[in-house]
């Protein structure tokens, strides 16, 4: 256990339905990551927060995809309208501004019939 | 950040020493060379970094040759539990200009055998 906690550890849900995940980082660390990891692939970078403030976004985060970190703690991932490409393994990581080490969380499996 | 080529899978003896190798021919002077591991159904773990000395923690050793295209990662003694993908990541270190993000590519699959 990393101390980085995600929730829920598995969702289902059907194609065109909006789904939202949350992320507990370490509660000293300011820096706050998302990820998407599909079958046999290495983990894919999808946004970044240091505190708040939303300071970068990869391409893979197409407009159906948002994330918020409202008061610098907690991080939400919400996916609208999902599809079928959309099912992966959804990983949050922490880490403080001053250490090169990110601690990941356990992920969110998510699958879209 | 530069890029970094890993063997898919290799195996080892549970109890002897698992060397595992990585290259990043392109890497820049203030590049970081980073190793993570994921064990199946968890996330990734941190587990060692350097620039161009070889380092050493209670999890892995790591070994950068003198032209840093290359480094091993050495787990002396491996375990059923080291079973797991292994990724080499090279990026710049934090205060450095890092993007702050992890670049993955596919890693090598460390199974350890009994």
């Known amino acids: 256990d990393t101390g980085v906690s995600q929730d829920p550890r598995h969702k289902i849900t059907k194609r065109g339905q909006n789904v939202t995940f949350r992320c507990d980082p370490i509660?000293?660390?300011?820096?706050l990551y998302w990820y998407r990891q599909t079958l046999g692939q290495g983990p894919e970078f999808l946004t970044y927060?240091?505190?708040?403030?939303?300071?970068?976004k990869s391409r893979l985060l197409s407009d159906r995809f948002s994330a918020e970190r409202p008061k610098g703690s907690f991080s939400t991932l919400e996916i609208q309208r999902t599809e079928q490409g959309d099912s992966a393994m959804y990983l949050c990581?922490?880490?403080?501004?001053?250490?090169?080490?990110?601690?990941f969380g356990p992920g969110t499996r998510l699958t879209v019939l | 950040d530069a890029k970094t080529t890993q063997p898919p899978s290799m195996d080892c003896a549970e109890g002897r020493a698992a060397n595992l190798p990585c290259n990043h021919s392109?890497?820049?002077?203030?590049?970081?060379v980073y190793w993570y591991r994921q064990i199946h159904s968890q996330g990734p773990q941190y587990i060692i970094h350097?620039?161009?000395n070889n380092e050493t923690n209670e999890m892995a050793s790591l070994i950068i040759t003198e032209d840093r295209k290359s480094s091993t990662l050495i787990l002396p003694h491996a375990t059923l539990r080291d079973t797991a993908v292994y990724y080499c990541?090279?990026?710049?270190?934090?205060?450095?200009?890092?993007?702050?993000?992890?670049?993955f590519g596919t890693g090598t699959l460390l199974a350890v055998q009994p």
């Open positions: 990541i090279v990026r710049v270190a934090i205060g450095g200009g890092a993007t702050n993000k992890l670049i």
């Open positions: 509660s000293e660390h300011n820096r």
């Open positions: 990581a922490s880490s403080l501004a001053t250490v090169n080490e990110q601690f």
């Open positions: 392109t890497i820049s002077g203030n590049e970081y």
């Open positions: 927060f240091q505190n708040e403030a939303q300071l970068e």
């Open positions: 350097g620039l161009k």
